[in-house]
């Protein structure tokens, strides 16, 4: 029994991987520049943004370049994760019947490869601290628990969304709505103080939001946010990857004759 559960979590662990380099590989596969792109779309997105509102929240804001990258860099990785997992069971229809695997693996791969994305986003993000000679704390080596927090509340969202996506192909069109809705209520580009306080306060309720500060305030400022900041973006984390797993579990027997 023993070596069977070896063997499974072996062959488990080999399509993870391979689901991994398929996904990545496929980001670029018909881009020229190829995987330059995981650099040059934040980086030129920032030197835009600096343009347009840097001299606007400059005194708000003391370094908005990083104060922005740290923003879309968190941003695209749970937008891209989200909507790559919601996608995973369709773009894998042809091979789902043909491999006793749990169904879950073709959402954790999908996210695991955006991971990759983002840790390379992150590459860009200091080097613009370099540049602006943003000072380095050590304080912002614990910017690893948002990251972490984030990629559960992303596993947990995709799990849900790759099995609604596969009875309601509508919600992939919905989804692209909210994340846009999103972005704009996350503060990526403008500080939330500039926000009145009535709606400051359910903005503050966005874990995305919260996960986001979190980081900002350990790199930017060298603080570490509040107990109570991490419990309840890891509740959401915890709460969401609960409620994906037993979605999954219920529904994934009848993915295969839906898709």
Request: glycine share 6%.
């Amino acid at each position: 029994m023993a070596l069977d559960m070896f063997k499974r979590g072996t062959s488990e662990y080999f399509l993870l991987k391979q689901l991994v380099k398929k996904n990545f590989s496929a980001k670029y596969k018909d881009s020229v520049l190829g995987i330059l792109w995981s650099f040059l779309n934040p980086l030129l997105t920032m030197i835009a943004l600096t343009v347009i509102f840097g001299a606007l929240f400059h005194r708000s804001i003391e370094n908005y370049p990083v104060f922005f990258l740290i923003g879309r860099c968190m941003y695209d990785y749970f937008s891209h994760g989200t909507k790559i997992a919601m996608n995973s069971l369709k773009s894998n229809k042809g091979i789902l019947d043909r491999i006793k695997v749990p169904k879950y693996i073709f959402a954790v791969g999908g996210v695991a490869s955006e991971f990759i994305n983002y840790l390379i986003t992150l590459i860009i993000l200091v080097a613009v601290m370099l540049v602006t000679q943003a000072p380095f704390y050590a304080v912002s080596l614990l910017s690893i628990v948002p990251m972490i927090i984030l990629t559960g509340i992303i596993i947990g969202s995709g799990l849900i969304l790759a099995i609604g996506a596969s009875y309601f192909t509508d919600i992939k069109y919905l989804y692209n709505v909210f994340v846009m809705i999103l972005m704009y209520a996350s503060a990526i580009f403008y500080p939330i103080d500039i926000v009145p306080m009535p709606f400051r306060q359910y903005m503050e309720l966005n874990p995305i939001y919260a996960c986001i500060a979190q980081m900002r305030s350990m790199v930017l400022t060298g603080t570490i946010p509040p107990l109570t900041s991490f419990l309840y973006t890891a509740a959401w984390a915890i709460g969401l990857i609960i409620v994906g797993t037993l979605i999954f579990k219920k529904y994934q027997k009848k993915i295969i004759r839906q898709l």
